[in-house]
């Protein structure tokens, strides 16, 4: 997590910076801070948001052309300003910034102690100034390419020297870094929308890769020091997206973009009345004949793969195995020849995620990722990769990236079914005809937007909350309990229906909220008589259920019923109401809805 910004031009170094940090804030918001190079590195720190450090800065001259900035999600120690980057050399001739693990850093400490450096953070990132003064030649390259041969762990780190008042170094391994290119300026940042109102070019540094940035150049070298060449990338988002355009929060924003995200999935991918995924025709052979499809991911992306475990037992009657990443790496996974393994990420650079993904392909198994992030690194290991062409995401709480990444794996199911055989070419045009609905589908449910709001207002005062549901029900309920507890703090719990009176329905009072969620018409009297129980011990009973779904009216406090054309569908539409409903109930709590406390958006840790 964490995110890092640099800068070297003539434009107002402080000003870049603290918008690129602004940007990079859904990476960790405890605690941030800049370093610039005028005639000695002055920095700045403040504990809490940028704001903050924004208020302290307006206060300082800070004058430079070169400058590095980092805003923090707290592994190693508080989030104090002591531990706040960048850090300092003993002799503030250097500054560094750093997103990533030191692994090795007690090791490394010690050792730098015995030669006489002074500690003054908990963090792990303090080994690498002192390391990079204790190897300092006058060569900023050479230096950090001993330095980074003593690490062990992940980094992106950008590097100050008061000696060279032209340039900065930046080094990368398993934490993404991309390095802008301007015109006299240069830019680096944990990822593009930091820096997307200068430039749209850049360079996507690969592991084991160092970078000198001057203002007018930028050299790039492998880890032995090798100048290399490196094809220039378009970031071809429009600004827009990452902006709030009138809407009070990201998340709210993001939420109403989801027809158009969908929209471009469709017209991407869908063609002719038939799946269209570039490279399917190499996986064909592979997907055609596999016994066991490995789903891996963590938080929504997770939920988002359960539904896809879902429709492609569903439709393609292959067995599916689904693992949350930080598990499945562990578990000793039993991966067979032919086996195939879909990684499912946002942001494309979740930790365990992309260890998943590593170990799957240790194995010989071949991995195909549902990734949003375009060039990330689990998009850049996989076989093969289907992008969500959401845009850039910036609320913490994923919203469309969730929705395209199960769009996705329904039209994956569609197509392995197909293929298979399993359904019958009049099956797979009704399917296909039918999920271009889907767009239409999520207007409808965006309507509902006000009652929704209403609702969130009467039950917002309540502290726990059941959310219940069978078959593809249970998963949305999984999703939406996530979606309201890390937005609004209240804690909540997804059941299966049917499980809830094996132990938990102990729980239940008058203080209690259960949220039954009802897309799914053929199990919804099971749901309905287990909505009957709570409600016969007090419970507040609200239900969100697919339009036309009956026998509510004895249970239910309140209903919201969302419109769908198509039922199988649902684990795509079923969620809008919930987000909308967590997204108001948060907000009617003051709660802060695009960064909640404890949480980043990419978890690069693991
Ligand atoms: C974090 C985010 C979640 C996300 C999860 C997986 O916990 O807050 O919204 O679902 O990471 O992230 P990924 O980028 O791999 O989808």
Request: net charge negative; charged share 25%; aromatic share 10%.
């Amino acid at each position: 997590m964490c995110g890092i910004i640099g800068y070297i031009g003539n434009k107002a170094t402080k000003n870049i910076l603290l918008e690129g940090l602004k940007n990079l804030e859904y990476r960790g918001y405890d605690s941030s801070g800049v370093a610039i190079l005028g005639d000695n590195i002055q920095i700045v720190k403040e504990v809490g948001k940028i704001e903050n450090l924004k208020n302290s800065i307006a206060k300082q001259e800070l004058q430079g052309n070169l400058g590095i900035g980092h805003t923090r999600w707290a592994t190693h120690g508080m989030p104090t300003e002591n531990n706040s980057h960048p850090h300092f050399s003993n002799d503030k001739k250097f500054a560094i910034v750093h997103n990533g693990i030191i692994e090795n850093y007690l090791e490394l400490k010690e050792k730098l102690q015995k030669l006489g450096y002074k500690f003054i953070s908990d963090t792990d990132t303090e080994v690498i100034v002192h390391l990079y003064h204790y190897y300092y030649n006058g060569d900023m390259i050479d230096t950090l390419a001993k330095v980074i041969k003593d690490l062990e762990g992940s980094y992106a780190v950008c590097v100050l020297s008061e000696e060279h008042k032209d340039k900065f170094v930046v080094a990368k391994k398993d934490s993404p870094l991309i390095i802008g290119l301007g015109e006299d300026e240069n830019f680096v940042a944990s990822d593009m929308p930091a820096i997307l109102k200068y430039t749209k070019n850049y360079y996507l540094l690969e592991d084991g890769e160092m970078a000198l940035i001057n203002k007018d150049k930028v050299t790039i070298y492998d880890d032995n020091k090798k100048i290399i060449s490196k094809e220039v990338l378009y970031f071809d988002f429009d600004t827009d997206l990452a902006e709030k355009n009138g809407y009070e929060h990201f998340m709210l924003k993001e939420i109403f973009e989801q027809p158009s995200c969908i929209k471009k999935c469709v017209s991407k991918y869908i063609a002719d009345n038939d799946v269209n995924f570039e490279s399917f025709s190499k996986i064909e052979e592979i997907i055609k004949n596999t016994k066991n499809i490995h789903i891996v991911a963590c938080g929504s992306a997770y939920h988002a793969g359960m539904i896809g475990k879902y429709a492609i037992e569903n439709l393609a009657r292959v067995r599916v195995n689904i693992d949350i990443a930080s598990e499945f790496r562990y578990k000793n996974p039993i991966l067979e020849k032919d086996d195939v393994c879909i990684i499912i990420s946002q942001s494309g650079e979740t930790a365990d995620s992309l260890s998943a993904l590593r170990l799957a392909k240790e194995n010989g198994v071949k991995v195909i990722s549902i990734v949003n992030v375009f060039g990330s690194s689990i998009a850049r290991e996989s076989d093969f990769v289907f992008y969500t062409l959401a845009g850039p995401e910036i609320a913490v709480a994923t919203t469309k990236g969730y929705s395209t990444q199960v769009f996705l794996l329904y039209l994956f199911a569609l197509k392995l079914a197909f293929i298979r055989g399993a359904i019958s070419k009049d099956q797979f045009n009704a399917y296909i005809s039918n999920i271009k609905q889907v767009e239409n589908d999520i207007n409808e449910s965006l309507k509902l937007n006000d009652k929704i709001k209403d609702i969130a207002n009467k039950y917002c005062h309540l502290e726990n909350a059941f959310i219940v549901g069978r078959g593809i029900d249970y998963y949305l309920s999984l999703e939406s309990s996530l979606k309201l507890k890390e937005i609004s703090y209240i804690h909540s719990e997804a059941y299966a229906s049917g499980e809830l009176k094996h132990g938990s329905i102990a729980l239940i009072d008058k203080d209690s909220l259960v949220i039954g969620i009802i897309t799914d018409e053929s199990l919804s009297a099971k749901t309905i008589s287990n909505l009957k129980e709570v409600k016969a011990r007090g419970a507040k009973v609200l239900v969100f259920a697919k339009e036309g779904i009956e026998g509510l009216e004895d249970v239910v406090d309140d209903a919201i019923f969302v419109p769908s054309k198509e039922e199988f569908f649902m684990g795509i539409t079923g969620i809008i109401p919930m987000q909308l409903f967590s997204y108001y109930v948060a907000k009617e709590r003051g709660c802060d809805i695009d960064m909640p406390k404890n949480l980043a958006k990419s978890v690069t840790v693991e």
